[in-house]
């Protein structure tokens, strides 16, 4: 079945188009990946998913339902769950903080009883907190608790950042260029924590990478996104050797 | 873990201790044994900038949000106390040139109603502001925000049958106690202090840090501004109110927006987003105000008179102050910290850690 489903998606900003009649159905429980050159339109693909831009043409389906127009914060509580290109961390506050605000979706309780620490949210507050321990133990992350966020290494911050995408309960989860700016050995660890997170969670999982012998090991599914426009999809060797894309990513040969 | 017990209880002591002194400090005050109303006076006052300070640090501070409408705020809070607990026999002398609104003539209300009516006026005109101002940024945000407090404050010198305008209301019953500024105080920040430590203030907390992360972890932007924003103006109005019953007399240009910088230089000295810092702040900048009140009087030395030494140079050497705080002190006092022993202990003894440590990171 698919949980998501990208329908004819067309994306303007004036004059240019960034994503031109997009069509992607992603599987339930995979791992995916959205490949494409520089500026090819992956990350406008993403924002289109999460709300962040309105699509000029074309819709978004989450699980069967059409999610085109409803704002982040809404689509995030559906169960699409995000990180960034550049790490946007909650920097000055510490690592548990982080995870407890992606808690905050699935909180009941009003203002006026989580200040007053009424029964119902103090029940609240500590069962959020106990799940985000849990968490961060699961993801080795739990030594690094009262530590702030900036403080961490480069390695650690992303996958807080994919720790505090998990907090918020996603079925779906985007990694946008998890692994940029990282050397081989972190990206290969980041290939196994994508993997492990995947079954533990029970997650669908859709990235967009640069790293291609990471995209190749571990998508199960590929697509490549060409000045807006899909020029290929289907498993790592299918696509590796795709004449369209070779011309893509090294450019077409021409006669002199 | 003994020494973190040990900590504990000599933290509950300490505190203990600085309650019973402050309230044995806050008896003696009252009672006329130390001070007198002059003294009693400006910590009054000071309790009440703690209150509009914290309410502007909670908008500002904690949630990342540039407002600059405190001052019209606090008028809503001061002429709701105003113009519902001056006693009905009074009230045709105070409204002489325009008689009262014949509606509002009649309505006299306990103090402590006036006074939370006053906020929750104050929170529902947030709310109607917040609803189109709330979605500009930044600077935007502050020139709205400067706006709409002007406007409040001329719109309060125009409806002279509710406000009496320019001349303003007076025969505002006064409180005997320094109890019900400091009591309302300590409400009041403590309920902000409550918000900001539950989930909701973690929120505020994301908002500020970074928007489109918060909104990506599932945060309703709108929703919480305008939360934020409308409870730090309940707070202001309450502020307000309370400073409507010390002076016993309310006009217009008591909140002329230049107050509202009084409240920003307070908050930027204690700390953007450290409600400690805020209340140290406002007690060395009222009393600070006060002191400095001796550069606005001619000086004479040695039978010179030094030059300068007159009416508005103490704002002068405020505004020198702001600018070297800025230039040297941008933290502020504590920063995003909050005041505790334990930061006390750890500055005396010299040894404030650099880094926070991961204090407990593998226990559960």
């Known amino acids: 079945m698919s949980i998501l489903k990208i329908d004819n998606v067309t994306m303007k900003f004036g004059g240019v188009t960034a994503v031109n009649n997009l069509n992607i159905e992603i599987q339930e429980g995979r791992i995916e990946a959205l490949i494409g050159p520089n500026g090819a339109g992956k990350t406008t693909a993403f924002n289109v998913i999460t709300g962040v831009y309105m699509p000029t043409q074309g819709s978004v389906y989450y699980k069967g339902e059409k999610i085109t127009g409803l704002t982040p914060d809404k689509i995030t509580k559906k169960g699409i769950a995000r990180t960034f290109q550049n790490i946007r961390l909650f920097k000055n506050l510490t690592v548990f903080e982080n995870i407890l605000i992606a808690n905050h979706l699935r909180l009941n309780s009003n203002f006026l009883s989580g200040t007053l620490r009424l029964p119902w949210y103090s029940k609240e507050e500590r069962q959020m907190r106990e799940k985000s321990e849990m968490l961060l133990d699961k993801l080795d992350l739990l030594r690094l608790k009262n530590e702030i966020a900036h403080s961490l290494p480069y390695g650690e911050q992303r996958k807080l950042e994919i720790a505090r995408a998990l907090a918020t309960d996603a079925d779906l989860l985007l990694l946008d260029e998890p692994a940029a700016g990282m050397n081989p050995s972190e990206t290969m660890e980041l290939s196994e924590f994508i993997h492990t997170i995947r079954d533990e969670f029970k997650l669908t999982i859709f990235m967009i990478e640069h790293h291609m012998d990471l995209v190749m090991e571990i998508s199960e599914k590929i697509y490549v996104l060409d000045f807006g426009q899909l020029i290929a999809q289907g498993t790592a060797d299918e696509v590796k050797n795709d004449q369209r894309v070779i011309e893509a990513y090294l450019g077409v040969e021409e006669d002199a | ?364």
């Open chain 2, 1 to 364: 873990m003994m020494n973190k017990i040990n900590n504990k209880k000599t933290s509950l002591y300490l505190n203990i201790l600085l309650i019973v002194i402050f309230a044995a400090v806050i008896t003696l005050l009252d009672t006329n044994v130390i001070g007198d109303a002059y003294v009693r006076r400006i910590l009054n006052l000071s309790a009440i900038y703690a209150i509009v300070s914290v309410s502007m640090n909670l908008v500002n501070g904690f949630t990342g949000l540039f407002s600059l409408g405190q001052a019209g705020f606090m008028a809503i809070g001061a002429y709701s106390v105003a113009i519902f607990t001056v006693p009905l026999a009074e009230r045709a002398k105070i409204f002489y040139i325009t008689p009262q609104n014949p509606v509002l003539a009649q309505i006299e209300l306990p103090f402590v109603a006036a006074l939370l009516l006053g906020g929750f006026l104050a929170a529902l005109v947030a709310i109607m502001i917040g609803v189109p101002v709330l979605r500009l940024k930044s600077d935007y945000l502050a020139i709205a925000t400067l706006g709409f407090s002007e406007i409040i404050r001329i719109v309060f010198t125009n409806i002279k049958s509710i406000t009496n305008g320019a001349l303003g209301i007076k025969n505002i019953p006064t409180m005997p106690t320094m109890w019900v500024f400091f009591g309302i105080a300590i409400i009041s920040i403590g309920f902000m202090r409550l918000l900001i430590t539950s989930s909701y203030g973690r929120a505020f907390k994301a908002i500020r840090e970074d928007e489109v992360a918060a909104e990506a972890m599932g945060i309703n932007l709108f929703k919480h501004k305008v939360m934020s924003f409308s409870i730090g103006a309940f707070f202001a109005g309450i502020g307000g109110g309370l400073l409507a019953t010390l002076f016993a007399t309310v006009d217009p240009n008591q909140f002329y927006f230049p107050v509202t910088y009084n409240f920003l230089l307070i908050i930027v000295l204690g700390g953007m987003g450290s409600i400690s810092g805020t209340i140290i702040a406002s007690f060395v900048v009222t009393a600070g105000l006060e002191i400095l009140r001796f550069f606005d009087e001619p000086l004479t030395l040695f039978g010179i008179s030094i030059p300068l030494f007159r009416p508005g140079l103490r704002m002068v050497i405020f505004s020198i102050l702001l600018m070297l705080l800025v230039l040297f002190f941008r933290n502020g006092l504590l920063g995003q910290k909050e005041l505790s022993w334990k930061l006390i202990i750890d500055l005396l003894s010299g040894k404030l850690p650099r880094k926070k440590t991961g204090e407990g990171g593998g226990v559960q």
